[in-house]
């Protein structure tokens, strides 16, 4: 029968089909981080249980970690004991473990690739939504909660349903100064954020093909945000270059098995999903989002739509307008902008950098308006520094920080204050995401950048001076 | 982590007629820093519940002593966002045993259904009358019968049914969760692990 890449990865890790019930799936990769494994652990102390396979299990500090002065002691004694309940389970248990100091430790989403824990054809799980990112690799990738973190320490496997199927596909040639980000801004206002609730969505078309891996992990890390279990792109030879060499990912005869293995994921040229959609990506634009979920995004040079024109209950509507602090009928270009923030497992890798870094090169950084460009990874952050990048955010009067989850969701000190706006490249413009009372605008590092060198929010086509760069 | 078995819950509700209602709401970020599982209910609904200065915000539904009871009935796509089961904890830890939407984000439901959290999908339509009848009379009882697959007004005999898988009805009704059954079949995921392709 013909299959989709899903079904394909899917299949291959099923032990066991419950009559009524989900299907036994087998974990690849377990990634976990300081804020979603500590109960978990606890509950294997409880029962007195072992991990079944530590060596398949990867820890990270990220969440709560400091994004200056990494080197000194954690000040806040919560996000200092969570960290340090991470450092001695793993020990306890025998996981690998990259904490604040670590040469590899970065941004969970960001280093697993990085480091080839990430792999064509893999399942992985992690106790974050996000997860999702590593879908870009034609892996099954998602996001889990703390009781299924205690199943996958203790069995190596979850309990699921296995979800309906759904296709994407964006065709077309993308117009200038429109980033993967954007695609993906797009395509979740496109279904709102519960419109691929109940499905793993796969992304096709010459749009994906013609993507980076860094720009493919962007759009997988947003598949969450359309409500997915995730998002995936069969592996190319785009995929396979990015892979090859890395630290952990397989060497010699065990590199030409596991490449043999990613050569036949693919979807059959038969095969059905449940729901398919079709974008053109030249309609596409830089997107920006005015509300209070990911799902309220637009074209940056649209108006903000009437209650009436969007689906949803006018009340919650105006409910989001109200705490942004904007009306129905508004132009987004102009907004005043009063924090920037560069980073996340959505846009905190070198290309997001350097995209940022394209716009800003040779001007400089608004006086009121407060940047913080935080790498994903000590490897972005050598890059950064490497390709000359930093020497031209320095001239222009920007800093860089240290890597870590950062303001995405304030878990650490970057936090944006009540009342602030930010464009944010990170996810999530919830209420108080960034902080309690904080405003966030999602879009991507080219947006970011407008806003950081003009102190409002700034169509970034018009400071497109090298198209070359961008 | 086992939980008090669910079988059939007969109680007044508290009604969040607001869709999109994402975890960050149920539980904000800055609150995810323990490393136990206890006092989540102080801070459900954290930014929504309290001002800035701890005092209550009088207007929110559960600071209105009219309102209460063990289940919840959110607006449509209730528990989107972040994986956390903080949020599942804390709605847990209020003392909610049943969370009544018309639609659940996906995780938020797993995870409702791995701690003891019933999560009930009804139909817009029903999830309408269950706030108007709320909203009419704050002590409208709802009984939401887990063996029957049933979710009723009780003051009118209005009643739904609700999907729920019979491996997980079978868990909630008897207190069970995943891990006690994975570890049963330990043999077979050890002797499937030796054949992966990776």
Redesign the interface.
Known sequence: MSKTLFDKVWDTHVVRKIEGGPDVLFIDRHLIHEVTSPVAFLGLKSRGIKVLYPERTFATADHNTPTINQHLPVADPLSANQLKALESNSNEYGISHWGLGHQKNGIVHVVGPEYGITQPGATIVCGDSHTSTHGAFGAIAFGIGTSEVEMVLSTQCIMQPKPKKMRINVNGKLGLGVTPKDVALFIISQLSTSGATGYFVEYAGDVFENMTMEGRMTVCNLSIEMGARGGMIAPDETTINYVKGREFSPKGEAWDKALAYYKTLKTDADAVFDKELTFDGSKIEPMITYGTNPGMGMGISQDIPDAAQVEGGAETYAKSLNYMGFSEGDHMIGKKVDFVFVGSCTNGRIEDFRAFTSIVKGKHKADDVTVWLVPGSHIVEAQIKEEGLLDILTEAGFTLRQPGCSACLAMNDDKIPAGKYAVSTSNRNFEGRQGPGSRTMLASPLVAAAAAVTGVVTDPRTLIENEELV | ?AYDKFNVLRSTAVPL????I?T??LI???F??????VGFGDNLFR?WRYN?DNTPKKDFVLNNPVYSGKILVG???FG???????A?WAVYDYGFRCVISS?????FK??CL??GVLPVQVSAEFADKIFTAIHADPNTELEVNLPEQTVTLLATGEKETFEI????KDNMMNGF???D???S??P???E??LH???
Do not use: C
């Open positions: 982590m007629p607001i869709e999109n994402d960050d709401q904000p970020a800055r995810l820093k323990a490393t136990e599982r930014d800035p607006g449509k796509n989107s966002g972040s994986s956390r089961e903080h599942a639609f659940f984000a996906d995780i797993n995870n791995n701690i898988s019979p491996y997980k969760d995943d891990i059954y994975l570890q079949i330990k077979e995921i050890e499937f692990a992966l392709p990776l």
